[in-house]
């Protein structure tokens, strides 16, 4: 069973930058894939970026050139590192994890506003 802990949420003016991190405790050796979706009110949840265990990243085009993924394997964490935030960028932010099964976090907001 793997556990995700989500944290670094909050408010920022647009044109800010926030850092999201997810912590993986548990069977973390079974996980191939980790990565960001976001869900804004109304909307469906969506991939932000992903990070396989071989390196491979993703990036949805939304956010390209203004998110970074990166993983410490050393603290089992993955950071979402956000630059250039938009007022588009709001949402509650979750961190997924895939080992065979499917592991969610509870959630982190992030809020875009002046």
């Known amino acids: 069973q793997v556990q995700l802990v989500e944290s670094g949420g909050g408010l920022v003016q647009p044109g800010g930058s926030l850092r999201l991190s997810c912590a993986a405790s548990?069977?973390?050796?079974?996980?191939?894939?980790m990565a960001w979706y976001r869900q804004a009110p109304g909307k469906q949840r969506e991939l932000v970026a992903g990070i396989a265990g071989n390196g491979n990243i993703y990036y949805a085009d939304s956010v390209k050139g203004r998110f970074t993924i990166s993983r410490d394997n050393a603290k089992n964490t993955v950071y979402l590192q956000m630059n250039s935030l938009k007022p588009e960028d709001t949402a509650v932010y979750y961190c997924n994890a895939q080992y065979g099964g499917s592991k969610w976090g509870q959630g982190t907001q992030v809020t875009v506003s002046s």
């Open positions: 548990g069977s973390n050796s079974r996980i191939v894939y």
